[in-house]
């Protein structure tokens, strides 16, 4: 009985598995595969398809599964639910906005590079996840509502003790100058009323729940209607 396929660095786009229902160990990583078939392989405790060309990943089956490595993929969405064994989530450098997954029981979580922010980022306990990378996080895109810039979700952090913090804001040009409030805009618990026209501006986001992350907007220009 096959327990274990390990074919990582070839040039693989495809591979069919559905006669391999006793395994418990994927090694595809560093392939070309954009697609793959798991619904027959229920046992599997260990995946790994890093460096693949992954758009989605159904793992609905796989409920016994204990470690996944989809880094350098381009997934968007996942559904990790009903996964009571699974410790190990790695997962960087996809376009992952948030996920509908219990994270305090993992013991390693690696989320760098995708979509997070401050609203959607999971606060964990170090003494649970020993290893946690949540920094950097690709930009978030914004889109100006006339001089008007809606951040509010990014303004508060809840800790695991119930503290609130507050995040700070930072609009810069791209030459690093720093806009002022109350003569460049006007700012009201995160949503931004511009008061002169800008070109390229964008905002810097902290908040020491985090305190390794800066989040970054896409710049913008604003245009003040007369």
């Known amino acids: ?12 786009d495809s591979i069919n598995l559905k006669n391999n229902i006793y395994l418990t160990t994927i090694d595809l990583s560093y392939n070309n595969i954009h697609d793959i078939n798991l619904s027959a392989n229920k046992k599997i405790k260990y995946i790994s398809l890093s460096g693949n060309k992954l758009d989605s990943l159904d793992l ?10 989809l880094r350098w993929n381009n997934i968007s969405y996942l559904n990790l639910r009903d996964k009571p064994q699974l410790i190990n989530l790695f997962l960087s450098d996809n376009n992952i906005k948030s996920l509908d997954f219990d994270y ?20 964990l306990d170090c003494n649970v996840t020993h290893s946690y990378i949540y920094y950097p996080q690709k930009n978030i895109m914004i889109e100006p509502e006339g001089n008007m810039v809606d951040l509010s979700l990014q303004l508060i ?4 003790d119930g503290k609130k913090h507050f995040s700070i804001y930072e609009w810069k040009t791209l030459d690093g100058s720093l806009l002022k ?30 305190p390794d992350l800066i989040l970054r907007t896409n710049p913008i220009d604003i245009v003040i209607s007369k």
């Open 157 to 160: 952090v809840e800790s695991l």
């Open 181 to 210: 409030g109350g003569l460049d805009y006007n700012e009201n618990n995160g949503v931004f009323t511009f008061l002169k026209p800008a070109s390229e501006i964008y905002c810097e986001i902290r908040n020491d729940v985090f």
């Open 1 to 12: 009985l096959i327990r274990s396929i390990v074919l990582n660095d070839n040039k693989l």
């Open 60 to 69: 609905r089956k796989q409920n016994e599964l204990e470690t996944l490595m």
């Open 104 to 123: 305090k029981k993992l013991e390693s979580l690696s989320i760098e590079n995708n979509r997070y922010n401050f609203n959607t980022l999971p606060v």
